[in-house]
C-alpha cells in the first residue's frame, strides 16, 4: 500500500521559514514526478512546486518561485519544500503528489497518489 506521509507544517509568523517533508512508502518514486499543491479554505486545490523525475527540473506557482525551494532525496524517497518569506496568503493545507503526468500542465487531476497534507498556518 502506498503511503505519503507529510509533515513540518505548524503556525508562523508572517516572514518566518517552514520546511514542509514528504516520505513515501509503499513503492519507490525514483522515477516518478513528485511535487507540492495547496488548498486554502474555501478554494480549491493549487499547484505550488514540482520536481521531474529525469532530470529534477523545478516547477513552481508564478507567486512562490522567489520564496519557495523544492527538493527530493531519492535514496530516501522523500520529497521537501522549504517555505521562506511567507505571507499570510500561503495559508493552507499542504499536500504532497507523487506519481502521475502532472507537471506539465500542473494538474491535480494528473496525480497518482497524495498524502494526507499537513497545514501551514501564517499569522500576519
Known amino acids: 500500500q502506498v503511503q505519503l506521509v507529510e509533515s513540518g507544517g505548524g503556525l508562523v509568523q508572517a516572514g518566518g521559514s517552514l520546511r514542509l517533508s514528504c516520505v513515501a512508502s509503499?513503492?519507490?518514486?525514483?522515477?516518478?514526478?513528485m511535487g507540492w499543491f495547496r488548498q486554502a479554505p474555501g478554494k480549491e486545490r493549487e499547484f505550488v512546486a514540482a520536481?521531474?523525475?529525469?532530470?529534477?527540473?523545478?516547477y513552481y506557482k508564478e507567486s512562490v518561485k522567489d520564496r519557495f525551494t523544492i527538493s527530493r532525496d531519492n535514496t530516501n524517497n522523500a520529497v521537501y519544500l522549504q517555505l521562506n518569506s511567507l505571507k499570510s496568503e500561503d495559508t493552507a493545507v499542504y499536500y504532497c503528489a507523487a506519481g502521475g503526468s502532472f507537471v506539465v500542465p500542473p494538474t491535480a487531476s494528473r496525480v497518482a497518489y497524495w498524502g494526507k497534507g499537513t497545514l501551514v498556518t501564517v499569522s500576519s
Open positions: 520536481i521531474s523525475w529525469s532530470d529534477y527540473r523545478t
Open positions: 509503499g513503492r519507490t518514486f525514483s522515477s516518478s514526478n
